[in-house]
């Protein structure tokens, strides 16, 4: 591995052959080397391949600006973070390492960001939220840095994030519409849902690809008439409740429900609201 580039001195570019360019990271791996030079494998730390050009230019300017010690705690909660979860998007290591930058930074200076989707995401995304959480443990084993559980919050969203594979505004704007969906559900049938059970959360998993399609304005694929209308006719109380969502979104996100949606939400109510029997 030759040395093409040094970021700082602890992050330099390399390249073997006619591979493509890897970032390398560990302390003072750049300590008295010029380019050209090869690596000190005992120092490595944290190899990033190029996967994605764009991701790549990022990863470096990310690099120049964060501390060694953050880049590599952030690392360990991904790993972390895809043990738990499963796959999660590349994309995922920068951002939460510009948060976690930013939040220490913040720390350091006193100043505290409330998190005022806090409750939503502790309840919608309970399994990422309970992640989060340990992530600020990894933080505060590693950096000293104890931070509120506001940040949690905010560190789940950047799991979802993942997860869906849309970016922070689009997560909070589902977060919030999945909210409004469970409360219009919730008052219309005058049932209180039980966040440990796991129809609630299948409910809530729909919900949040669901949400993401209405603000993508993404169609399902195909529609069944004839089993749409049995479902209709069979559970016309849970159907009632899935109209109620389905007019709150054409009136306030002009996305107009298709028969198939309605059918796969009333199926998930039906469960729900027998539960609360």
Known sequence: MKIVKILNNNAV?????????????????AFQ??????????????????????????????IQQIPLNILLTCDRIVTYAREQLGPL???????????????????????TLHNRLLWETQHLYPNEYQVA??????????LGVSLKLDEAGFITLHFVTAQLQGDMQEVTQVTRLMQEMLNLVKYH???????????????VTHLKFFAQRCL??????????????????????????????????????????????????????????????
């Open 133 to 142: 959480v340990y992530a600020l443990k990894i933080i505060e084993q590693r």
């Open 189 to 203: 049938l005058c049932i209180e849902y039980d966040d440990r059970s796991l129809r609630y959360q299948c409910f």
């Open 33 to 62: 080397k010029r380019c050209g030079d090869s690596v000190d494998h005992s120092k490595i730390e944290k190899i990033f391949a190029r996967q994605n050009n764009q991701l790549f230019d990022h990863f470096v300017e990310l």
């Open 216 to 277: 993508s304005h993404t169609p399902l694929s195909s529609e069944d008439h004839e089993f749409t209308e049995a479902i209709r006719q069979q559970y016309s109380v849970a159907w009632a409740a899935a109209e109620v969502v389905g007019k709150h979104l054409t009136q306030h996100y002009q996305h107009p429900i298709q028969s198939e949606e309605l059918l796969f939400l009333t199926l998930h109510i039906e469960k729900l609201r027998k539960e609360a029997q």
């Open 13 to 29: 570019v390399v390249q073997q052959g006619s591979k493509d360019e890897q970032i390398i990271m560990g302390r003072g791996i």
């Open 89 to 111: 998007q590349d994309s995922l290591f920068i951002s939460l390492a510009d948060h976690c930058f930013g939040a220490l930074e913040r720390k350091r200076n006193g100043i």
